[in-house]
């Protein structure tokens, strides 16, 4: 009985182990250079449409939302203070540092993660990429690397996006809506937003979220099993990990960053 | 292959995602494009620097005119050292300049007021790079002035 789990445990262990060097060889594959004959800037564009142009309408009518309730939230708690004028210190820190980079890239995972996810599998299991590499195509090459790297440009262009209209909505409850000064909103950000401190940062937070989603969401797909339930559990794993990844790893850059 | 309408999407959704990003960089952060700014650094001794934080304001006349990039204790005498970089912009402030701790408003951040001082005609008295001003005067801290005003209060 006790060994029976013992032998359960370690079979997990070495699942996870060898799905884990399965990713990093996927990874090594995808990113080592391609031979002759294979154009990746073409391929890079289909998906960059499918990654990023389809992500942006989500990312943006999110990003202003987010930013009006910042912004409402933040009057009610900083009119008690008298300190309404901060208001744009308020918000576009919070987008900037944490909201920016941390809920683009949950909707990215939900929105194009799963996609690609769902898109990977059902090539294996229709045996696309087994016909793929009969041609003596590299898979790797062809489907994976392209949309690693559209990821990978895709994910801080909308969380900048996602931060600017997110600002704008801020502006545009507290500003036009509330009565803030415009002057005010904007010089109290101006002084308080700090191009490396905050921008960088901010960037260089979805630039390690891009690299996670895609890379869990390829993974999952080009791992899944060949049957629609694989497809169904692969797609769900890909949503809930990468989501996880990003809130952990939100944390500890977070504390690394302004700790 | 690819078609034409993908190709100008992805080339809008390019331009739009770099727009954001020089809108958040001259917008929101300020950022001033080109050159970074030369500046000299000059110190002061103080008593007490009360809140000061590195990248405080250095202001003359309510004019940015450098920051605060240390402060440190020196060990002899036990005072702490605040060590200034001007913007190179500004480098005809005389000797007998002195600086003060100030608040901007009654709980506001704390910076520097740089009041600049008489130009001696005799002396080339410039502050140059590394100079200590030796005229400083201290932050207030509330704490003082209540125990002080109590103080005051039990003498009469």
């Known amino acids: 009985m006790l060994s029976n789990s013992i032998v359960a445990l370690g079979q997990q262990g070495l699942a996870y182990m060898a799905g884990a060097g399965r990713a990093g060889l996927l990874l090594l594959g995808a990113l080592k250079p391609a031979g002759r004959g294979t154009k990746l800037l073409p391929l890079i564009i289909k998906q960059l449409y499918v990654v990023g142009v389809q992500s942006l309408v989500i990312i943006v009518v999110s990003g202003l939302f987010i930013g009006m309730v910042l912004s409402l939230q933040g009057y009610t708690i900083l009119v008690g203070y008298g300190a309404e004028q901060s208001l744009g210190q308020m918000v576009a820190l919070s987008l900037l540092r944490e909201l920016g980079p941390v809920v683009s890239a949950l909707l990215f995972a939900g929105r194009a993660g799963s996609a690609l996810t769902a898109e990977i599998g059902l090539m294996k299991a229709t045996e696309q990429l087994s016909s793929l590499e009969m041609m003596a195509i590299d898979p790797l090459h062809q489907i994976i690397a392209p949309r690693f790297w559209a990821g990978i440009i895709s994910l801080p262009l909308l969380a900048a996006i996602f931060s600017a209209v997110g600002i704008l909505g801020g502006h545009l409850v ?86 | 292959m690819i078609s034409r309408k993908i190709e100008v999407m992805v080339g809008g959704f390019l331009l739009l995602g770099i727009a954001a990003i020089l809108m958040l960089m001259l917008k929101v952060a300020d950022h001033q494009m080109g050159g970074s700014e030369t500046s000299y650094r ?47 912009e500004f480098n005809q402030f005389p000797e007998t300049s002195s600086v003060a701790i100030l608040t901007s408003g009654l709980l506001g951040e704390q910076f520097i007021g740089l009041t600049p001082g008489f130009i001696d005609e005799e002396e080339n008295t410039i502050l140059a790079a590394g100079d200590h001003i030796e005229d400083t005067r201290s932050a207030m801290v509330l704490e003082d002035l209540i125990g002080q005003f109590l103080y005051g209060n039990n003498d009469e």
């Open chain 2, 42 to 88: 000059l110190y002061a001794k103080f008593d007490n620097v009360g809140g000061l934080k590195v990248r405080s304001a250095i202001k003359v006349g309510g004019v940015v005119v450098g920051r605060v990039t240390d402060i440190s204790l020196d060990n002899e005498d036990f005072s702490p050292v605040v060590t200034m970089d001007i913007s190179s």
């Open chain 1, 174 to 259: 507290g500003v036009d809506w509330l009565g803030v000064d415009t002057g005010a909103f904007w010089a109290i950000m101006q002084s308080s937003v700090e191009w490396s401190e905050d921008i960088v940062n901010g960037a260089i937070k979805s630039l390690v979220f891009a690299v996670v989603i895609t890379w869990i969401a390829l993974h999952k797909g080009y791992d899944a099993q060949p049957t629609s339930e694989g497809i169904s559990k692969a797609t769900t794993a890909t949503v809930v990990q990468s989501s996880l990844a990003i809130l952990g790893l939100d944390f500890v850059m977070t504390a690394l960053m302004f700790g």
